[in-house]
Structures are given as structure tokens and as C-alpha cells.
């Protein structure tokens, strides 16, 4: 059976990312510490959606 | 003639053999996957270059949206009432309906055309990876008014990331078609995020009270960066609108609206056009005029979003150029008959040739125009000879019909439409529309004698 958490992980990750944005933009976190803390969930969402696409059959 | 056109004819008609019949029932797409693929489709390498260009073309703020509200729309119409509906009536792809209407040998032609306009597109998105590459190494990013290249790094780095895009492409399109997949959801959220940490180097508050204040005063304020043409309210609606002009108007898109199962589909386009060519846009301008305004789509992305930002970049160019590069490939085999790996090889020595003259990027708003112009001609022949022809009495498909290898008719129209074009006396922007018109007319006022022979020779 198909494993749905890849990706439900990649979209919630993406959601994440742009909380971080948020953060930064209203003052609630340092530039450094947004730009670390994106590229770190960016790296988490290419592993989950390349697990979530590699589940899906050829076209 | 040089060269045996009845065995390209042969080759080009392998090729695209698994597409040659007719798309049945069974195999229409729902719409939500039209949805993604303009969504996916929209989101790439150019974005970050035409929304900054709007900026350093002295756009308002006022003209940059309600410009883009209407180019987009127009662009979403043309979609739909254009190209959808000849897709789902014929169930063809452009390929077969224009060698049935114009014969192998303007395919050809068309083909040849394509695959050149496609490398150039592709070098030109090597060329902002290369911005973005290049930040590792301090590389000097060419001017805007450069048109060869600036400095041996440039060249370097430029000429690198080509062979890299060309090996990945000859290595495999279809995994790394499905890397692109993965890829656009993140590049469009990098285009939102980085906007959004830009805003408070702009001036915005958080509480967005003096937004419209910043971005009518330092980011769409209506003045034109030195050595760049003023723009205003039309020409936005206009490059808004013939952005894709090869794809609606010209009627490429075909090859995927047969897949549809009615032609209403053609209004899922706007998930790209209001996504990519809207809000993507609007990002861009955003985080060029943080940077202030230089041409450096790796450098502005990088400010905003650290390496994640440099990344945005790099893959934004190579997830346009790697099915570019593809495209330019097959196009190719069909004129050599060499295998794919080898014409994709010198397609992309090619492009990564063009990439290290910064004219195509620099000048890419343009070329887009241009671009546009070339293949539009086209999809006036097909359009007239698909909906006006049978209200007059004309006859479809002459070309199938007499075996013609080219149909000279549908040859001049192209020529003779260009040339109409270059000779307007108005802004590239503007040229396509009237172009267009005049082919529609010229296709059917040569084809009119067709319709009185017939009912001559009728009984």
C-alpha cells in the first residue's frame, strides 16, 4: 500500500518554511538564524518529496 | 535537394509515432493534473529575471498589477478558446494536425526552428544559474547592456554548469522530470519566503501598514533604471500575454490539451499564469529592489534566503533548461537521425555556448517577444484552416490530401507575416497581434482559389 507520510511530511514542511518567513519578517527570529533554519527544512523537504514522488508508478 | 527530406520526413514520423493516433477516452487527464502542470510549468528560472526586469523598466506599481491581472487573463482565454478547443476536437498533437495541414516538410522547418529557439532559451537559463553559482567565487556578473561576454570566470562557470545540465539531461529525462516535479512547490515557496524576509530591508512594518507607501516609492516608482526602455500599463499586458504565445496562440499546448476531456480546461491555465506570472513576478521585483535593482537573480535570491536562495537559483535554471534541452534534442534527431544521447550532446554544446553571452539573459523580455512572433504565424494557418476553412467551403488538409512535402501557401503566410511584423512601426510587444490578424487574413485569401477550383471540378 501506498505510504502517505512522505507526503503529507513534504507539505507540512513547506508550511513550516513558510512560518520561518513569518518569523523573520515580523522580527521573531534573527536573519542568520532564518536562513540556517530554511536551508536545514529545505534539505528535510527534498528528502521527503523525493520519497513521496519514487512511490508514485511511471507515466 | 542536399539532403533526402522523404527520409526526415520517415525519421520525424517515428518519432513521434506513440503520438500519432488520435487520444481515445480512456486516456483523458482529470483537471487537477492540468492544474499542477501549469502551476509546475510556470514556476521557473525566468520568473526570477522578468519580474526584476519589470522593475528596472520603471514600472508603477499600479500598471505592474492591473497590467499583469489583464495579460494574464488574455493569456488564460487564449488558452481556452484558442488552442483547447482545436486539441480536444482533433485529438492531436500541433506535430501531426500541422503535417496534415502544411506537409512534412514545413514540419521540418518548424522543428528546426523550435529546437533553435529552445537552446537559446535554455542557455539563457544556464546563464542565471550561473549568477547563482558564481557567488561561490565572487564571479562579476555581466552588465545589462553586455552583449559578449565580460570576464574569462563568466565564461568558466557558464560553459561548466551547460556540460553538468547537458550530461544530466543525457543521462536520464525521465527521473530528472520527476526531480523538477519535486523541485517547483519549494522554488515557488522560495519566490514567497524571499519576498517576504525582504519586505523589512525595504521599509515595510510588520503589520504591512505602509506596504503599498514602499512599493510605490522604491519598487514599482515609475523610474526607469539608466539604459532601460520606460514601460508602462500596456506593455505588461502585453508581455503578460505573449509570455507563452508559442504555447495558446501558437498552439504547441496542444500536446497536452487533447488529454482533456473538454475544452473548458483551458481555464486551468490560470493556476500558472496567476501563480508564476503573477505572484512569482511580484517576488522578484520585491527582492531585485532590495538589491538595488542589479541584474543578479543569484545574488538577490541569496541575500533573502542564504543558500537556500543560491539553490532556488540553480535549480530554477536547470529544471527549465533540462526539458528544453530535451525538447531541442528531439527536434534535432529528427534532422540527423543520430541517436538521442549524441544530438542532446551537441545541443547542449551548443547552448552551452549561447549561455556565455549574456545578450539572451540580459535581453530575455525580448527574446520572449521574439520568440513568440516566430512560431505565432503557425497557429493562424492552423486555426484558419481548422474553423474558418469548413464555413467557406475551403478544403482541409490539401497537403495530406495531394502528398504535398510542403504546402507553400502555409510557407508564405510564415515569411510573409514576419515580415509584415518586422516592419510595424510599433514596440516588439505590440507586433504579434496585428501579425497574427494578417496571417489569418493572407492564409485565407490565398486558399479562397481553392474553393472556387473545387466547385469548378464539381459535377
Same mark, same amino acid.
Given at each position: ?59 | ?44 528560472a525566468?520568473?526570477f529575471v ?26 488564460? @482565454? ?9 486539441? *480536444?476536437?482533433? &485529438? ?19 522543428? #528546426? ?10 542557455g539563457a537559463m544556464i546563464s542565471v544559474s550561473a549568477t547563482a553559482v558564481g557567488l561561490a567565487f565572487g564571479l562579476k556578473v555581466p552588465g545589462l547592456?553586455d552583449?559578449l561576454p565580460t570576464n574569462a570566470l563568466w565564461v568558466l562557470v557558464c560553459l561548466g554548469l551547460g556540460f553538468l545540465f =547537458? ?16 523541485? $517547483?512547490?519549494?522554488?515557488? @515557496? ?7 524576509? =525582504? ?14 507607501? #514602499?512599493?510605490? $516609492? ?18 505588461? *499586458? ?10 495558446? *496562440?501558437?498552439? $504547441? ?38 538589491i538595488g535593482?542589479e541584474m543578479h537573480p543569484g545574488k538577490m535570491a541569496f541575500e533573502?534566503?542564504?543558500l537556500?536562495g543560491a539553490a532556488?537559483v540553480m535549480?530554477?535554471g536547470w =529544471? ?19 541517436? &538521442?544521447?549524441?544530438?542532446?550532446? #551537441?545541443?547542449?554544446?551548443? =547552448?552551452s555556448?549561447?549561455s556565455c553571452f549574456p545578450?539572451?539573459f540580459m ?17 493562424? *494557418? ?68 481553392? &474553393? ?8
Amino acid at each position: 500500500m501506498k505510504n502517505k507520510w512522505p507526503k503529507i511530511l513534504s507539505i507540512m514542511v513547506l508550511i513550516i518554511c513558510l512560518a520561518l518567513a513569518w518569523m523573520e519578517f515580523t522580527g521573531r527570529l534573527s536573519a542568520g538564524s532564518f536562513k540556517a533554519w530554511f536551508l536545514v527544512m529545505s534539505i528535510v523537504y527534498f528528502i521527503a518529496a523525493a520519497l513521496s514522488v519514487s512511490q508514485k508508478p511511471a507515466s | 535537394m542536399a539532403f533526402d527530406l522523404s527520409g526526415i520526413a520517415a525519421r520525424m514520423d517515428r518519432l513521434y509515432e506513440f503520438d500519432r493516433e488520435p487520444v481515445t477516452p480512456d486516456k483523458f487527464k482529470k483537471g487537477v493534473l492540468f492544474a499542477s502542470i501549469f502551476a509546475g510549468e510556470h514556476v521557473a528560472a525566468t520568473e526570477f529575471v522578468i519580474g526584476a526586469f519589470f522593475v528596472l523598466h520603471g514600472l508603477k506599481a499600479t500598471d505592474l498589477i492591473f497590467g499583469l491581472l489583464l495579460g494574464n487573463l488574455l493569456a488564460v @482565454l487564449s488558452w481556452t478558446f484558442l488552442c483547447a478547443p482545436i486539441a *480536444v476536437s482533433t &485529438r492531436l498533437t500541433l506535430y501531426w494536425y500541422l503535417r496534415k495541414i502544411a506537409g512534412p516538410g514545413v514540419t521540418f522547418i518548424y522543428n #528546426v526552428a523550435n529546437a533553435f529557439l529552445y537552446c537559446i532559451l535554455a542557455g539563457a537559463m544556464i546563464s542565471v544559474s550561473a549568477t547563482a553559482v558564481g557567488l561561490a567565487f565572487g564571479l562579476k556578473v555581466p552588465g545589462l547592456n553586455d552583449i559578449l561576454p565580460t570576464n574569462a570566470l563568466w565564461v568558466l562557470v557558464c560553459l561548466g554548469l551547460g556540460f553538468l545540465f =547537458t550530461l544530466l539531461a543525457i543521462l536520464g529525462f525521465e527521473k530528472l522530470g520527476r526531480f523538477a516535479e519535486v523541485a $517547483s512547490p519549494w522554488i515557488f @515557496l522560495c519566490f514567497i519566503a524571499g519576498a517576504l524576509v =525582504t519586505l523589512p530591508k525595504l521599509g515595510v512594518r510588520p503589520d504591512f501598514s505602509n506596504f503599498w507607501e #514602499v512599493a510605490t $516609492s522604491q519598487i514599482w516608482n515609475g523610474i526607469a533604471t539608466a539604459g532601460q526602455q520606460q514601460f508602462n500599463f500596456w506593455h505588461v *499586458v502585453f508581455f503578460a500575454w505573449f509570455c507563452n504565445l508559442a504555447m495558446h *496562440v501558437g498552439l $504547441s499546448d496542444m500536446a497536452l490539451f487533447r488529454y482533456a476531456k473538454k475544452w473548458t480546461y483551458g481555464l486551468y491555465s490560470a493556476f500558472g499564469m496567476y501563480t508564476g506570472h503573477f505572484l512569482a513576478w511580484i517576488c522578484s521585483g520585491v527582492m531585485v529592489a532590495a538589491i538595488g535593482r542589479e541584474m543578479h537573480p543569484g545574488k538577490m535570491a541569496f541575500e533573502a534566503l542564504g543558500l537556500a536562495g543560491a539553490a532556488a537559483v540553480m535549480l530554477a535554471g536547470w =529544471t527549465t533548461a533540462n526539458p528544453t534541452l530535451y525538447r531541442a534534442g528531439l527536434a534535432l534527431q529528427t534532422v540527423t537521425g543520430w541517436p &538521442r544521447w549524441k544530438i542532446t550532446l #551537441v545541443a547542449g554544446l551548443v =547552448t552551452s555556448v549561447l549561455s556565455c553571452f549574456p545578450l539572451f539573459f540580459m535581453k530575455l523580455l525580448d527574446y520572449v517577444a521574439i520568440y513568440g512572433l516566430v512560431l505565432m504565424p503557425i497557429g493562424a *494557418v492552423v486555426f484558419t484552416e481548422h474553423w474558418i476553412f469548413p464555413k467557406l467551403g475551403i478544403p482541409r488538409y490539401q497537403a495530406e490530401s495531394k502528398k504535398q512535402v510542403f504546402n507553400w501557401k502555409v510557407l508564405l503566410v510564415w515569411v510573409g507575416s514576419l515580415l509584415f511584423a518586422l516592419i510595424l512601426p510599433v514596440h516588439l510587444y505590440f507586433r504579434w497581434l496585428p501579425g497574427y490578424l494578417f496571417a489569418l487574413a493572407f492564409y485565407l485569401v490565398l486558399n479562397l482559389g481553392s &474553393r472556387k477550383s473545387e466547385e469548378r471540378t464539381r459535377p
